[in-house]
């Protein structure tokens, strides 16, 4: 009840205006978010780096119905890109990308204008010396995100999708996706989503998640097991060995401000450990699907605005 409520929050104009101006909501947000500049981005990638873990930075945005805004968004990442190689951060440092930020959702040409920003930034990407993720939304862009992704795919093989197990059809994608160098992250997925299309309890969700990961660790790809949940963490690590799987054949992925003793430990053991890293001002959806995912953070955030004043 409370995820969907929130989850539906995440898509409301009126309480957006309401969370973007309340003074706390800031304090909060720094925790998931690394700041509003590129400059900000840039140093918390550093940061991370230098304690042996990976990047893979999101410029926030999404949902937009605005052909400027797409190509602005599109010249953000073509800045971010240079300025990871111009820090000699790029070797340790990817971008993830969401289409909808690029032009998905258009009236007139959406999927094409997406297509072509993302091609920028895959450019961009290949010129900096690192490579692109496109992230997953909600299942209406399933298709259309996947048909991108095997467009761009033909010039710039390791581009990395993300498949979501909660979804019905993933088990069928990730038997697509699971090609020779076929960088696939699995996450369980953030959106509300119709029982008709998605798994909705949290037992059926993980246990997709399982079925899809082995279907990943058992192919020739390269899975990325996007996930803070210690049980998808050890079944990972019992599959990796059961398939023979060296190290640097997959790697794990976590978002920024989330169980980062965690992070460090998995890479103290010689794991890849990828943070995604989001930074700029649309931090408004990002925000409301981490509130859905845990409730302390909701918690967290009842409580300042309790006390404010
Ligand atoms: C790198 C990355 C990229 C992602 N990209 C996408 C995407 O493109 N599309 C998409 O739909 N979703 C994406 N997600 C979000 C994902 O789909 C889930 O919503 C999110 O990761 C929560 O699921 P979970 O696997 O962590 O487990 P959950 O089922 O949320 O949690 C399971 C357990 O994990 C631990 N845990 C979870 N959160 C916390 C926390 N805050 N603090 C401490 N412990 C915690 C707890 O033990 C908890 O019981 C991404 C997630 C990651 C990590």
Do not use: C, F
């Given at each position: 009840m409370l995820r969907s409520a929130l989850l539906?929050?995440?898509r409301s104009s009126q309480v957006r205006t309401v969370v973007e101006k309340f003074p706390p909501t800031h304090a909060i947000v720094e925790r998931f978010v690394a700041g509003e500049k590129l400059d900000d981005a840039v140093t918390a990638c550093d940061d991370l780096v230098a304690t042996g873990r990976k990047v893979t930075l999101d410029h926030l945005g999404e949902d937009t119905q605005d052909a400027t805004q797409a190509a602005g968004t599109a010249e953000a990442y073509e800045h971010l890109l240079a300025a990871l190689k111009d820090t000699g951060l790029a070797a340790g440092a990817e971008v993830s990308v969401k289409l909808s930020a690029v032009g998905q959702f258009l009236p007139v040409d959406g999927e094409k204008i997406a297509l072509e920003n993302a091609r920028r930034i895959c450019e961009a990407a290949a010129a900096a010396g690192t490579t692109v993720t496109l992230d997953m939304e909600d299942h209406t862009t399933t298709d259309s995100t996947l048909s991108i992704a095997r467009e761009l795919r033909a010039d710039f093989p390791w581009l990395g999708v993300v498949l979501q197990a909660y979804l019905r059809r993933t088990e069928a994608d990730c038997r697509e996706f699971s090609g020779a160098g076929s960088r696939v992250r699995l996450c369980k997925g953030a959106y509300k989503e119709p029982e008709s299309v998605a798994f909705q309890g949290k037992r059926e969700v993980d246990l997709a998640y399982v079925r899809a990961l082995k279907i990943l660790m058992a192919g020739e790809g390269y899975p990325?097991?996007?996930?803070?949940?210690?049980?998808?963490?050890?079944?990972?690590?019992?599959?990796?060995?059961?398939?023979?799987?060296?190290?640097?054949?997959?790697?794990?992925?976590?978002?920024?401000?989330?169980?980062?003793?965690?992070?460090?430990?998995?890479?103290?053991?010689?794991?890849?450990?990828?943070?995604?890293l989001p930074y700029g001002q649309e931090w408004y959806g990002y925000f409301m699907r981490r509130l859905a995912e845990r409730p302390a953070n909701l918690t967290f955030f009842l409580r300042a605005m309790a006390t404010r004043g």
């Open positions: 539906a929050a995440s990325m097991i996007a996930s803070h949940d210690p049980h998808m963490i050890k079944i990972a690590d019992q599959l990796a060995q059961w398939n023979g799987r060296k190290r640097d054949s997959y790697e794990y992925q976590m978002l920024y401000g989330i169980r980062p003793e965690e992070q460090l430990r998995l890479a103290g053991e010689g794991n890849t450990m990828r943070v995604y």
